[in-house]
């Protein structure tokens, strides 16, 4: 079983380059369905996703068909006409690929794909003072509650990765010794 995340037609490169990054975290593989409102290569998408884009595992698509004929599991749309919030979505009982499905920042998914997969329709519980969450922020929201119940491959849940600073770095980091700008962030 594998996690996926899908762009819908994404508009803003700096929100893909967030995704990008978060499916790098997950161990998550991205799918992008044109139209795409920029550049792949964009350097504010590229910025976005860091250091990072070298790891991600994406694939573009002509169109929703296309995609649909190349992948098979289960499917939940994120929109803000889901009546369901995703946290009652129990991911362990799921034996095939999960896809995480977005749409595009200013108008979702499509109607009829929507209306196709009403029982899979959700919505991340917000107040009536806004519409909806920056796409990014969906997407990581997403992937949190997924990896959190299905231990995705390679994603860590103890302290600080031994590849970066170390899962004792806080315990043994000698305070005295760093200047006052890191002092500050400590």
């Given at each position: 079983?594998?996690?996926?995340?899908?762009?819908?037609?994404?508009?803003?490169?700096?929100?893909?380059?967030?995704?990008?990054?978060?499916?790098?975290?997950?161990?998550?593989?991205?799918?992008?369905?044109?139209?795409?409102?920029?550049?792949?290569?964009?350097?504010?998408?590229?910025?976005?996703?860091?250091?990072?884009?070298?790891?991600?595992?994406?694939?573009?698509?002509?169109?929703?068909?296309?995609?649909?004929?190349?992948?098979?599991?289960?499917?939940?749309?994120?929109?803000?006409?889901?009546?369901?919030?995703?946290?009652?979505?129990?991911?362990?009982?799921?034996?095939?690929?999960?896809?995480?499905?977005?749409?595009?920042?200013?108008?979702?998914?499509a109607y009829d794909i929507l209306k196709d997969n009403l029982d899979d329709c959700y919505r991340i519980p917000i107040t009536d003072?806004?519409?909806?969450?920056?796409?990014?922020?969906?997407?990581?929201?997403?992937?949190?509650?997924?990896?959190?119940?299905?231990?995705?491959?390679?994603?860590?849940?103890?302290?600080?990765?031994?590849?970066?600073?170390?899962?004792?770095?806080?315990?043994?980091?000698?305070?005295?010794?760093?200047?006052?700008?890191?002092?500050?962030?400590?």
């Amino acid at each position: 079983m594998k996690l996926n995340v899908v762009l819908y037609h994404p508009e803003i490169p700096q929100n893909t380059g967030n995704i990008m990054r978060s499916c790098v975290g997950f161990n998550a593989k991205l799918h992008i369905i044109k139209p795409i409102g920029f550049n792949i290569e964009d350097k504010k998408m590229l910025r976005s996703a860091l250091d990072y884009y070298e790891y991600v595992n994406y694939e573009v698509y002509e169109n929703y068909d296309e995609f649909k004929e190349k992948n098979k599991g289960k499917f939940f749309f994120l929109t803000r006409y889901g009546h369901k919030s995703p946290s009652t979505i129990n991911f362990k009982e799921i034996k095939e690929d999960i896809y995480l499905a977005f749409g595009a920042e200013s108008t979702g998914i499509a109607y009829d794909i929507l209306k196709d997969n009403l029982d899979d329709c959700y919505r991340i519980p917000i107040t009536d003072k806004i519409r909806s969450l920056n796409l990014s922020n969906c997407a990581a929201i997403m992937l949190f509650l997924a990896s959190e119940q299905v231990n995705s491959e390679g994603v860590t849940f103890s302290n600080e990765p031994e590849s970066m600073k170390g899962k004792d770095f806080l315990e043994n980091v000698d305070i005295s010794k760093l200047d006052t700008f890191h002092k500050d962030k400590y």
